[in-house]
């Protein structure tokens, strides 16, 4: 059975930083493309960032050189450190696990507030 658990998300204050970190069993991230999406209340779920097998990232605009993913192969687990955090970023942060032609996974999500 696939899990993908979200973990470190909270209350942080503009400027401020968090990690998120995806535990992954059941798959092997390595062979994965492992993302980090979040939503917003009344919003679309967007896409944040994203990391191959290879080892390529792809950010959204508005995270970029704010936010970094990073996976470790050996712990099985995906991270999403955010810095200079805004109002803005406040939403539910989702890991996601993709490969082509298999089935996506998702995380139940973790919840980010960024405020004052």
């Known amino acids: 059975q696939v899990q993908l658990v979200e973990s470190g998300g909270g209350l942080a204050q503009p400027g401020g930083s968090l990690r998120l970190s995806c535990a992954a069993s059941g798959l092997s991230t390595s062979i994965y493309t492992m993302g980090w999406y979040r939503q917003a209340p009344g919003k679309q779920r967007e896409m944040v960032a994203s990391?191959?097998?290879?080892?390529?990232?792809n950010y959204a605009d508005s995270v970029k050189g704010r936010f970094t993913i990073s996976r470790d192969n050996a712990k099985n687990t995906v991270y999403l450190q955010m810095n200079s955090l805004k109002p803005e970023d406040t939403a539910v942060y989702y890991c996601?696990?993709?490969?082509?032609?298999?089935?996506?996974?998702w995380g139940q999500g973790t919840q980010v507030t960024v405020s004052s």
């Open positions: 996601n696990a993709h490969r082509y032609k298999f089935r996506d996974y």
């Open positions: 990391i191959t097998t290879g080892g390529g990232t």
